[in-house]
């Protein structure tokens, strides 16, 4: 798969979200990131499937809903409805990941799943073969602007060799403190999404924001 990047809209203007939507998507974003949040999973609370059903079908965009909420199958119908075309869900919010994977599945949406820097690799083993991507967390989630978690690297070796051993090949998100100091050797690392926040929308110009880092990607001919 080639390398998409997903700017989050946690970081953007939401009194000008289309102005500062748009021109991300017209320099290469490929990905929308739609960071959910309930004030329990995480001390915070953002958007829902209002924002994303404002956003379905203005763009070619993938809407791409990383919810960080506790009951995840609740909210699930809600997302796809408004227009998701891929969901996420935590590792550590659901003992019945399997289930919500085969739920995201059954209403027509790509299912993910996502892991905090703290929880261990190994304990995606048995979810590898029921998803189409993992989300690795690169910083504690509930915030954006915060700074990268170097140990991601040696995270993300660990999970490339999990998926290895696997019949499955979902693809790798990583999600947090990404900019152009980083990309290149994310997309090197095996890196096939990047999330970017503060790094695009906490630009002036977010379209420069994207060309930049699509550059620094191309630049090192991954
Ligand atoms: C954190 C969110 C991230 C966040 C990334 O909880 O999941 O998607 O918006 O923001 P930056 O790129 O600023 O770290
Ligand atoms: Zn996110």
């Known amino acids: 798969m080639k390398f998409k990047l997903a700017p ?39 958007m829902g499937p209002i924002v994303t059903k404002a956003l379905a079908g203005k763009t070619d965009a993938v809407l791409d809903v990383h919810l960080m909420v506790t009951n995840p199958q609740d909210c699930i119908p809600a997302f796809a409805k408004a227009g998701a075309h891929w969901i996420s869900f935590h590792v550590e919010a659901d003992p019945h990941a399997h289930r919500v994977s085969q739920q995201i599945r059954d209403l027509g949406c790509k299912a993910g799943i996502a892991i905090n820097p703290g929880t261990p690799i190994a304990h995606l083993e048995g979810m590898i073969d029921h998803v189409d991507f993992v989300l690795l967390m690169s ?3 509930g915030f ?13 070796a660990q999970l490339t060799a999990l998926i290895e051993k696997s019949d499955n090949n979902p693809f790798i998100q990583v999600d ?13 690392a095996g ?31 991954v």
Do not use: C
Request: hydrophobic fraction near 50%; avoid cysteine.
């Open 176 to 188: 947090g403190g990404v900019g152009v100091h980083n990309i290149a050797r994310l997309a090197e």
């Open 191 to 221: 890196v096939r999404v990047a999330v970017a926040g503060s790094s695009v929308f906490g630009q002036s110009d977010p379209g420069q924001a994207v060309r930049a880092l699509l550059a620094e990607v191309e630049k090192w001919n």
């Open 139 to 141: 910083v504690n989630p």
């Open 144 to 156: 954006g602007g915060q700074k990268f978690i170097e140990a991601t690297y040696k995270r993300l």
């Open 8 to 46: 989050s809209l946690l970081a953007a203007d939401f009194w000008n979200l289309s102005q500062a939507v748009l021109p991300a998507v017209e320099a290469g974003a490929e990905v929308l990131h739609i960071d959910v949040m309930d004030g329990h999973f995480v001390p915070n609370l953002t």
